[in-house]
């Protein structure tokens, strides 16, 4: 009988491990040939400590506890249950083995039996959610809108399949007498197979210990085939991407500059072989390659995006699947096994044959052209349906670099760096991107600023204040060099900004200087937006500017009011050699409060919530310093029931987006619901009479949003936007 045992049990898995072997190895060729991506292995003992935060303690799934815990579950029960795996294989060659040491302790049977019941919890918790969650039923509601619907049930079906095995063979080992754990009740479940099996008596339960060794072995190498073959492949590249992820906090902040062949490209000499952000699939460097192939289409990322969530085509899952599937539909011909067509093909010729892919949904570009086709070699990465493009430029142009997705994903897929990365080969190479930001970016090129406002009325903002605003060069010295920004010197809301924080720096006896008219605009538009060139330009000439402004100082403090300028400040100019020290406006502010150098005395009525800009919050992780100032303005003073600090709903990391980041602000919105117009309306849901932000481009989108709520006679005339540091001043003040 033993002979048997070995050679469907060794045999099947010689079988399956080839299979799959060949798999890895295609993969492996394939994610290999992309561009290179220094410094993704760098500081090592950092990178395991992510990956035992985020893998083993799987840190990022449980933010969402519900499915979170369903899928930590099932992942330990898969490494408790290696264990068992152990125990298959060994008993295929002796039906008594056990692992040596520790194979016959009871609390090691207890482990292996309490997991495996839980990831059966965890199944039925899956499939719960599935069938809640079916696109069938909700749509795009679904964040399973788009996914591989069918693939997941089998998978589902797969791992029942592993842990029904498992107890059917574990109950016979009982019943048998080759257990190694005996039969205590310690290995609980296996106990309550043996008891439901024993009737069925000795010689039975010997065929089903048979079996079913053989048929747990058996299920574990089609799953480990399914694996690699489809999208769970997850499973096997996660801890990898993890790993090699951008920072280790999360992949947001500062943008990588654009990488050709590994190094930066210098744009004031570019190599004649340099290419300008991602214009084809194989221009991605192998860690994208790798994230495309990560994503587990869970679609928590098309979940907080502000774009889904307002009925425009852009998904962050749908833009990495369809990068995934045209990647591998593309692979022979990138790997050489089929050879490319010539020039001489008609692209729009073999795009007439095309049809869609069963899983297609509108919104997603790479099912215009399904499979390895040779339409696939030819056709645009970025293009219209026409074309056969694989992402849409409307889904392209639509992401407001939010980061929403980039803060949800479990696996650290990229995807902002993604998107950037295609726009600036459009902007750049193929000069294609929306007319109407066309204006901003002549603005910036000319003007310094987005709005084309004169240059030299910069300073403008100080006339009738009742201090001195010292400009640098002006005063002996100064600790912050206070960064205006061009919102805050040209847009009236803004200006009011600029105004309180530099009374109440002045109140507090803040030392610190402007740069007046040799402020120009940072470039975070530009960059947003693709165009690496005009930022690369405007950043050398702020660099230049502010290293004269500091001299020989080593540390150089900058307090900006605007979250894109504090974001490029902090996090891009170093790129460039320029390390500052950057403060926003409201962590300045909640320092001089909380060290009594600034007092607010009058309460704010009327209840007050506070909008995270995605660009202090998200991308660096300011969330507390505007939260504390409001505490300071509201609770202290409340009388009145409503005067309080309220959330919105939501908040934070989940904070959503008002819709002017990623150079939005200068593109029309056609598509959709207007994303301020659905922040504005849960702010107005708070019932909170003002809606505090900190960013000058929050400021304009929602308060362009409550005015249309207020013409429409849906929000109340009192409510209002401000900034944190009016709401302060005007506590400061005593309310005036
Ligand atoms: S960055 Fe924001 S808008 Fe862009 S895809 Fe991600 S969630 Fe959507
Ligand atoms: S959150 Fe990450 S893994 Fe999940 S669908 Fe989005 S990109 Fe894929």
Known sequence: MMWWRLIIGLGGSAIALAIAGRRVWWLYKLIS????????????????????????????????????????????????LGLTIVEAYGAVFDKDFHIPLIGRWAVVGFLEDFFAVAVLAGLATFAVLRRRQDPAKIERSSRFYGSHIGAAWQILGMIFLVILTLLLYRGAQINTGVFPFGDSWWAFASMATAKVLAPLGHGANEAIETIFVLAQILVIMVFLVIVVYSKHLHIALAPINVLTKRDQVVALGGLPPIMSGGKPVNFEDPGEDDVFG?????????????????????????????????GKPLSPKLVIMDLRDHLFAKAPYLLGETAKPGPEVDLKALLRETHRDEHSVPEAGYPRVPGSVPAQALRPLVGTAEEGGVIDPDVLWSCTTCGACVEQCPVDIEHVDHIVDMRRYQVLVESNFPAE??????????????????????????????????????????????????????????????????????????????????ETCTGDPARRMGNEFVYQMLAAQNVETINEAFGDRVTKKVVATCPHCFNTLANEYRQL???????????????????????????????????????????????????????????????????????????????????????????????????????????????????AAACPFCLTMLGDGLTQKKSAGEAQAEVEVVDVATVLLRSVRGGA
Request: aromatic content about 10%.
């Open 33 to 80: 040939s992309g561009q290179p991506a220094p410094g993704r292995i760098a500081d090592i003992p950092q990178r395991l400590m992510t990956e035992l935060r985020e893998v083993i303690g799987q840190q990022r799934l449980l933010r969402w506890s519900v499915p979170g815990f369903a899928h930590a579950f099932t992942f330990w029960g898969f490494l408790v």
């Open 278 to 310: 991602k214009g084809k699939i194989e221009d991605f460097t192998w860690k994208g390659m790798l994230d495309f192939a990560t994503c587990t289409e869970c679609g928590r990322c098309q979940s907080q995006c502000p774009a889904w969530n307002t």
């Open 437 to 518: 930001a066309g204006v901003m970016l002549r603005n910036l090129e000319t003007k310094g600023n987005p709005w084309g406002a004169p240059p030299n009325t910069r300073a403008d903002w100080t006339k009738g204040l009742d201090f001195p605003v010292p400009r640098v060069g002006e005063v002996e010295d100064f600790e912050y060099l206070f960064w205006v920004g061009c919102a805050g010197a040209f847009d009236d809301g803004a200006k009011k900004t600029t105004r309180a924080v530099a009374t109440l720096l002045h109140e507090a006896g803040v030392s610190f200087a402007v740069l007046g008219e040799g």
């Open 577 to 691: 050699g320029l390390d500052l020290e950057v403060i926003h406006h409201t962590q300045l502010l909640a320092q001089l409060v909380a060290s009594g150098r600034l007092k607010p005395v009058s309460p704010v009525e009327g209840g007050v919530t506070y909008h995270d800009p995605c660009y202090l919050g998200r991308h660096n992780r300011v969330f507390s310093p505007p939260r504390e100032l409001l505490a300071t303005v509201t609770v202290d003073g409340a009388t009145a029931e409503g005067d309080g600090f309220v959330e919105m709903g939501r908040f934070a990391e989940r904070s959503f987006c008002c819709g002017a980041g990623g150079a939005r602000m200068w593109m029309e919105e056609r598509i959709g619901k207007r994303i301020n117009v659905e922040r504005v309306e849960e702010a107005l849901g708070t019932g909170a009479k003002t809606i």
